[in-house]
T-cell receptor, first 117, second 113 residues
């Protein structure tokens, strides 16, 4: 149980284009989803927290107009990197929490590697 | 805000030897503590978690961790390492009423034959 998928697993796009990454909870309803960014050999940096049906909350320093997050349903959140540039190349990981989980555990997706050329 | 320190960036251990990864946290109340493992190019898999009760926590793949409030630590241990344990290990801390997690910098474990 508690499986989270991401699509695509990797994507290459040209500078200036936009790319959308999907995060789905496959066997549970996720009221809260999180988006992280991970640079090579580094830790996970939380970008934003999204709750179903409401606007995402972005961490300090994260451009909300560049990283658009939509959490339209209890099983799907999307991250759109708009006007991507090479510095946006990174590994993006989403996670989800189940409502009422008193341990606050997050279930992680396999990640999406974005390369901007 | 809560924070996590993993003092060891890289650890090399022989197959069959024991492993201990250190994690120190900073938080004013009882934290929620997690250990995750990440294989190259993969997402994170939960090894174990602590949020209340017995301070010695058993996890998957033969791992265990002990919560020591007096030392603000949550060290991960495994008595006998397998080559498949080579990966990146992250300690994370969460706070009551806050679903966000703060991750440590990670420890890379290399297993030599």
């Amino acid at each position: 149980g508690a499986v989270v998928s991401q699509h695509p697993s990797w994507v290459i796009c040209k500078s200036g284009t936009s790319v959308k990454i999907e995060c789905r909870s496959l066997d549970f309803q996720a009221t809260t989803m999180f988006w992280y960014r991970q640079f090579p050999k580094q830790s996970l940096m939380l970008m934003a927290t999204s709750n179903e049906g409401s606007k995402a909350t972005y961490e300090q320093g994260v451009e909300k107009d560049k990283f658009l997050i939509n959490h339209a349903s209890l099983t799907l959140s999307t991250l759109t990197v708009t006007s991507a540039h090479p510095e946006d190349s990174s590994f993006y990981i989403c996670s989800a929490s189940t409502p009422g989980d008193i341990s606050y555990e997050q279930y992680f997706g396999p990640g999406t590697r974005l390369t901007v050329t | 805000a809560q924070s996590v320190t993993q003092p060891d960036i890289h650890i090399t251990v022989s197959e069959g030897a024991s492993l201990e990864l250190r994690c120190n946290y900073s938080y004013g109340a009882t934290p929620y503590l997690f250990w995750y493992v990440q294989s190259p190019g993969q997402g994170l898999q939960l090894l174990l978690k602590y949020f209340s009760g017995d301070t010695l926590v058993q996890g998957i793949k033969g791992f265990e961790a002990e919560f020591k409030r007096s030392q603000s630590s949550f060290n991960l241990r495994k008595p006998s390492v397998h080559w498949s344990d080579a990966a990146e290990y992250f300690c994370a801390v969460g706070a009551v009423n806050d679903y966000k997690l703060s991750f440590g910098a990670g420890t890379t474990v290399t297993v030599r034959a």
